[in-house]
């Protein structure tokens, strides 16, 4: 095979790797709705700037009124499945806590059109939160950018370069950046073309980017996937005067630490001390 060839299958290798869309199997093709977990919804078609067409869920407080007095909470998810996938974090936001809850499948995930790319989803991520920002309701409330793994990445990305839309941000075993070489079997003689990795996401650099906002570091000490030392990095790197705080669960993995005992009591007691809601 020639060096060509071999670039060539790094680069198509690094996108399944990164971007697993269709893991667990038909996750292209079947998303579960919210009204399977008794969630009301809308479901809308939105139009990014490079005229992708991506899906997503609405989830608003029935009564306006109330709805406006509530945060809202956009949600970006990991590296594999879709937003049907993470319902069962949603309802907990929409009927426990109460929040508006926002669910965005990324371009070439579920039944958004395109192929992801760390480009394409910075697009994607600007552009529910553009409409977030002008809907009649959601413009009056307090934004909370809440992502896991990769979306973690997402959510980092977006709030650094529009930290004055939002009132937080809640992350969950992400990274400093992004961890191809460390996905490649050390035997594989691709690991010596790693250099060519041209997914980034550097939230080491755009963390230290956001200034006054409060963070919220959800951590899992037993992720077998992210070292935990990703997220200490994080931590420590971020300068916000607005606030930051770290919580680690003892049993969490990458994929369970939204399953622990004390998770969403945290995140409501983070959101109550750091955002000024109107209660009335």
């Known amino acids: 095979m020639t060096i060509s060839g071999v670039a060539l299958l790094y680069n198509i290798l690094q996108r399944e790797l990164l971007y697993p869309s269709n893991w ?3 996750s ?15 479901e809308i078609k939105l139009f990014t700037k490079d005229n992708v067409r991506l899906r997503a869920f609405v989830c608003k407080q029935p009564i306006d009124r109330e709805a406006k007095k509530r945060p809202t909470i956009i949600m970006f998810h990991g590296n594999g499945g879709n937003m049907g996938h993470r319902l069962p974090i949603a309802r907990i936001f929409y ?13 070439g995930y579920g039944r958004s059109e395109g192929t992801p790319a ?13 409409y977030v920002s002008k809907h009649e309701i959601f413009k009056e409330t307090k934004i909370i950018i809440y992502g ?12 650094s370069k529009n930290e004055s839309k939002v ?14 070489p460390h996905l490649i079997p050390k035997f594989s003689f691709l690991r010596y073309f790693s250099f060519l990795c041209w997914q980034n996401w550097c939230s080491e650099n755009s963390i230290q980017k956001i200034k006054f906002i409060p963070i919220l570091f959800l951590s899992g000490t037993k992720d077998e996937i992210i070292p935990q030392e990703h997220m200490k990095g994080l931590f420590e790197l971020t300068k916000t005067s607005g606030g930051k705080e770290w919580l680690e669960f003892s049993n969490g993995n990458h994929n369970n630490t939204n399953s622990q005992p004390g998770y969403f009591q945290y995140i409501r007691k983070f959101v109550k001390q750091y955002i000024d809601l109107d209660e009335a």
Do not use: C, W
């Open 118 to 130: 760390e480009k394409g989803l910075r697009i994607d991520a600007q552009t529910v939160l553009d």
């Open 24 to 26: 667990p199997m038909g």
């Open 28 to 42: 292209r093709k079947f998303v579960s709705k919210p009204s399977e977990y008794g969630i009301p919804y809308s």
């Open 148 to 159: 896991q793994s990769l979306g973690g990445a997402v959510a980092i990305d977006l709030v």
């Open 95 to 107: 009927l426990e806590l109460n929040y508006n809850v926002i669910l965005l499948s990324y371009r």
């Open 167 to 180: 009132s937080a941000l809640i992350i969950e075993n992400t990274f400093l950046s992004i961890l191809i």
